[in-house]
């Protein structure tokens, strides 16, 4: 073809096509949303590092769609916007830099806290899935759910991995990664945010360009992730292909999308769930973020002064309820849903979500897949766990957490510590085991399958350290030259973690739990850099720690290794006993015991399925040790103070003590009457 003609741009019935760009055989669609932009050029580089190249104009239609079709294809070049707007409207901002597309399906990037993004027009050649489908139970309360960092499970040496990227290590590591979910016998894998985000924050200390000055983050990383850049993108530096290096270039090949469908696949293949942490209330901050350049007072909220509101508290927060925030939520969804099979969201700070979005998230979402996972972050703006239930979406459950475990491990401790919430009564912990169901006290939930039951997130100190804190205050300050010496549990500490562990695992609903949960692993700022004045002490707040600090030490596990084989046990347990996951409310029965930390109840087994009733006992109480009446005949003893599984320990008739700050559960087989 003649030069002159290559580069045809006709513009005619562009409806049709999605925002961003599509391809077809010999002709390429570039369409993008920003309606106060007066000129909108389109730039095709031949490679990412170059600052020029053809440039291209757009053409403007009556909704604010700059749009072109061009007689090519650009398969593996990038291009990006250059974007002219109004120079003193504080509801547009403007740079001279080029700005890539808000839908990009992959992204070249440079390590800098701009990020410098352009996007890479990628061929759709397919993934062979073979004969992989999504693995989702049709009841979520199915579920035990393993929240992580994908990078945590595989960067420390204990892990053994063949160092070939992070999506590659966590499917080959000989210990982390997948190996040590099939050991600890979890269904369910719930990754911190996994879409590319900006990782990089400003230095520290210093006044950029723009005029911003990181006074926060001594570390100037953004770790765990929740600052989303591109909503339709897979992370590149978790890539075989990537670096951390500072100014080097990321992303230039597709590695990411095949090491990430990869890691999908062989999760499904031992009937793992995915899920993936997701950030639809607002955007990154620092960066170059498509979203601030094209369209900001459409998709974000403002005030009467153009102001990001920031009821997120990151720096602004996405206004859902704009028609092409909306779709691009939901696009997004049915994008990582169809390209990588992904079972699940868990949705962060879900509270600022509108609740039509909320809606056709569901209804788009099952339309792909009847069992899709939806869970809520049920604040963020509003508290509204309740809305979601009534809306068809699990929760996090923040009142069995409190009510267990305490908000703060020395203001505001809770049952474990042998201490009752003037707050939270007896029938109010009832009510947390049965599913935290309303019209109960301090009810969240329609239903138990709405009820994601956790004592651990990524959020807050790890359970092990809000234990030991609580046992010792002294620790929330004390300064650890030897991370085996807080890690290593007391006899007290070990008995607190089991009993957490047993109370977590015997409430009804969906259950969480976080990465190395299950051997009490503690978080000590390791500052490997001597940037941080709190070196040693343990950590609340980890999010832009990429280190030790963060990453799990699997030899740790033999410290505590019956807390481990206990968590092992008990996720057996739960998921061989329908009747601990989805009785029916009126199925659970309390029994009235003088000591309020004393908590005991009988479950029917009927309508659940399982062939057992259960005799279940938790004695909260730091003093006394506590005699259970047993109903009628032989109960089998599978949960004591020191192990946990499906298997028999002992049998029992009549009665049996419950040592102080222990639990119990046992089973016996139902007769039929029929």
Request: proline content about 5%; charged content about 25%.
């Given at each position: 073809?003649?030069?002159?003609?290559?580069?045809?741009?006709?513009?005619?019935k562009?409806?049709?096509?999605?925002?961003?760009?599509?391809?077809?055989?010999?002709?390429?669609?570039?369409?993008?949303?920003?309606?106060?932009?007066?000129?909108?050029?389109?730039?095709?580089?031949?490679?990412?590092?170059h600052?020029?190249?053809?440039?291209l104009?757009?053409?403007?239609?009556?909704?604010?769609?700059?749009?072109?079709?061009?007689?090519?294809?650009?398969?593996?070049?990038?291009?990006?916007?250059?974007?002219?707007g109004?120079?003193?409207?504080?509801?547009?901002t403007?740079?001279?830099?080029?700005?890539?597309?808000?839908?990009?399906?992959?992204?070249?990037?440079?390590?800098?806290?701009?990020?410098?993004?352009?996007?890479?027009?990628?061929?759709?050649?397919?993934?062979?899935?073979?004969?992989?489908?999504?693995?989702?139970?049709?009841?979520?309360?199915?579920?035990?759910?393993?929240?992580?960092?994908?990078?945590?499970?595989?960067?420390?040496?204990?892990?053994?991995?063949?160092?070939?990227?992070?999506?590659?290590?966590?499917?080959?590591?000989?210990?982390?990664?997948?190996?040590h979910?099939?050991?600890?016998?979890?269904?369910?894998?719930?990754?911190?945010?996994?879409?590319?985000?900006?990782?990089?924050?400003?230095?520290?200390?210093?006044?950029?360009?723009?005029?911003?000055?990181?006074?926060?983050?001594?570390?100037a990383?953004?770790?765990?992730?929740?600052?989303?850049?591109?909503?339709?993108?897979?992370?590149?530096?978790?890539?075989?292909?990537?670096?951390?290096?500072?100014?080097k270039?990321?992303g230039?090949?597709?590695?990411?999308?095949?090491?990430?469908?990869?890691?999908?696949k062989?999760?499904?293949?031992?009937?793992?769930?995915?899920i993936?942490?997701v950030?639809?209330?607002?955007?990154?901050?620092?960066?170059?973020?498509?979203?601030?350049?094209?369209?900001?007072?459409?998709?974000?909220?403002?005030?009467?002064?153009?102001?990001?509101?920031?009821?997120?508290?990151?720096?602004?927060?996405?206004?859902?309820?704009?028609?092409?925030?909306?779709?691009?939520?939901?696009?997004?969804?049915?994008?990582?849903?169809?390209?990588?099979?992904?079972?699940?969201?868990?949705?962060?700070?879900a509270?600022?979500?509108?609740?039509?979005?909320?809606?056709?998230?569901r209804?788009?979402?099952?339309?792909?897949?009847?069992?899709?996972?939806l869970?809520?972050?049920?604040?963020?703006?509003?508290?509204?766990?309740?809305?979601?239930?009534?809306?068809?979406?699990?929760?996090?459950?923040?009142?069995?957490?409190?009510?267990?475990?305490?908000?703060?491990?020395?203001?505001?401790?809770?049952?474990?510590?042998?201490?009752?919430?003037?707050?939270?009564?007896?029938?109010?912990?009832?009510?947390?085991?049965?599913?935290?169901?309303?019209?109960?006290?301090?009810?969240?939930?329609?239903?138990s399958?709405?009820?994601?039951?956790?004592?651990?997130?990524?959020?807050?100190?790890?359970?092990?350290?809000?234990?030991?804190?609580?046992?010792?205050?002294?620790?929330?300050?004390?300064?650890?030259?030897?991370?085996?010496?807080?890690?290593?549990?007391?006899?007290?500490?070990?008995?607190?973690?089991?009993?957490?562990?047993?109370?977590?695992?015997?409430?009804?609903?969906?259950?969480?739990?976080?990465?190395?949960?299950?051997?009490?692993?503690?978080?000590?700022?390791?500052?490997?850099?001597?940037?941080?004045?709190?070196?040693?002490?343990?950590?609340?707040?980890?999010?832009?720690?990429?280190?030790?600090?963060?990453?799990?030490?699997?030899?740790?596990?033999?410290?505590?290794?019956?807390?481990?084989?206990?968590?092992k046990?008990?996720?057996?347990?739960?998921?061989?006993?329908?009747?601990?996951?989805?009785?029916k409310?009126?199925?659970?029965?309390?029994?009235?015991?003088?000591?309020?930390?004393?908590?005991?109840?009988?479950?029917?087994?009927?309508?659940?399925?399982?062939?057992?009733?259960?005799?279940?006992?938790?004695?909260?109480?730091?003093?006394?040790?506590?005699?259970?009446?047993?109903?009628?005949?032989?109960?089998?003893?599978?949960?004591?103070?020191?192990?946990?599984?499906?298997?028999?320990?002992?049998?029992?008739?009549?009665?049996?003590?419950?040592?102080?700050?222990?639990?119990?559960?046992?089973?016996?087989?139902?007769?039929?009457?029929?």
């Open positions: 073809m003649p030069e002159e003609t290559q580069h045809i741009c006709t513009i005619e562009l409806d049709q096509f999605p925002l961003g760009c599509s391809t077809s055989g010999k002709q390429t669609v570039f369409r993008l949303f920003a309606p106060k932009a007066n000129s909108v050029s389109l730039i095709i580089y031949e490679e990412y590092e600052d020029s190249g053809l440039e104009p757009l053409d403007k239609n009556d909704e604010g769609i700059w749009e072109t079709i061009i007689q090519d294809n650009f398969t593996d070049k990038w291009y990006a916007y250059k974007i002219d109004p120079e003193d409207d504080p509801f547009f403007s740079t001279n830099h080029a700005i890539a597309d808000p839908r990009s399906r992959h992204v070249t990037s440079k390590n800098h806290h701009l990020q410098f993004p352009k996007t890479k027009i990628i061929s759709e050649e397919p993934f062979d899935w073979q004969d992989d489908d999504f693995v989702t139970p049709e009841d979520p309360r199915d579920l035990v759910i393993y929240e992580t960092h994908i990078k945590d499970m595989v960067a420390h040496s204990s892990a053994k991995t063949f160092v070939q990227g992070i999506y590659n290590d966590f499917r080959e590591a000989e210990v982390g990664g997948i190996s979910l099939k050991r600890l016998g979890v269904n369910a894998v719930e990754f911190l945010p996994l879409q590319k985000f900006g990782y990089f924050e400003p230095p520290f200390g210093e006044k950029t360009a723009e005029g911003v000055k990181n006074t926060w983050n001594p570390y990383r953004n770790y765990w992730g929740y600052m989303t850049s591109f909503f339709f993108a897979p992370e590149t530096i978790y890539a075989s292909d990537a670096t951390l290096e500072v100014g270039v990321v230039r090949d597709t590695s990411a999308q095949l090491e990430l469908k990869s890691l999908v062989a999760l499904h293949k031992e009937n793992i769930s995915v993936m942490d950030v639809y209330n607002h955007a990154s901050h620092y960066d170059l973020n498509p979203l601030k350049y094209t369209a900001k007072d459409h998709y974000f909220r403002l005030d009467e002064k153009g102001n990001y509101l920031n009821d997120s508290w990151t720096g602004n927060d996405i206004n859902t309820a704009s028609k092409y925030s909306r779709e691009l939520i939901v696009e997004s969804i049915k994008h990582w849903m169809t390209e990588y099979h992904i079972d699940g969201f868990r949705f962060d700070l509270g600022i979500i509108d609740w039509e979005t909320i809606d056709l998230i209804e788009e979402a099952r339309k792909i897949n009847p069992n899709v996972i869970i809520a972050e049920p604040w963020g703006g509003d508290y509204k766990p309740s809305g979601f239930s009534d809306h068809d979406w699990a929760s996090w459950n923040d009142k069995i957490r409190n009510g267990l475990k305490g908000y703060h491990p020395v203001e505001n401790k809770g049952f474990i510590f042998g201490e009752t919430d003037p707050n939270l009564s007896r029938f109010g912990i009832e009510n947390l085991i049965r599913g935290t169901l309303e019209p109960g006290e301090h009810g969240l939930f329609n239903h399958g709405h009820s994601v039951n956790y004592l651990e997130s990524h959020d807050g100190y790890t359970l092990g350290d809000h234990i030991r804190i609580a046992l010792d205050p002294e620790k929330q300050t004390q300064v650890f030259e030897d991370r085996k010496e807080i890690t290593s549990l007391s006899k007290k500490e070990l008995k607190t973690a089991k009993l957490a562990a047993l109370s977590l695992f015997v409430s009804q609903g969906i259950t969480m739990m976080h990465a190395g949960q299950e051997w009490a692993r503690s978080k000590v700022i390791q500052d490997p850099s001597g940037k941080d004045s709190k070196k040693g002490q343990l950590d609340r707040d980890s999010y832009n720690k990429d280190d030790e600090t963060n990453w799990l030490n699997f030899n740790e596990i033999d410290i505590n290794k019956n807390l481990f084989n206990y968590y046990g008990l996720i057996q347990l739960r998921l061989n006993t329908p009747a601990l996951r989805k009785a409310p009126n199925e659970i029965n309390f029994k009235v015991y003088k000591d309020p930390l004393h908590v005991t109840f009988s479950i029917d087994g009927k309508s659940s399925g399982d062939m057992y009733d259960y005799f279940v006992s938790l004695n909260a109480s730091y003093k006394h040790a506590h005699e259970i009446i047993l109903p009628e005949g032989y109960w089998e003893v599978v949960v004591n103070s020191e192990k946990a599984g499906s298997s028999t320990l002992k049998s029992v008739e009549k009665s049996m003590l419950v040592p102080a700050i222990s639990g119990v559960v046992l089973r016996k087989l139902r007769v039929s009457n029929a």
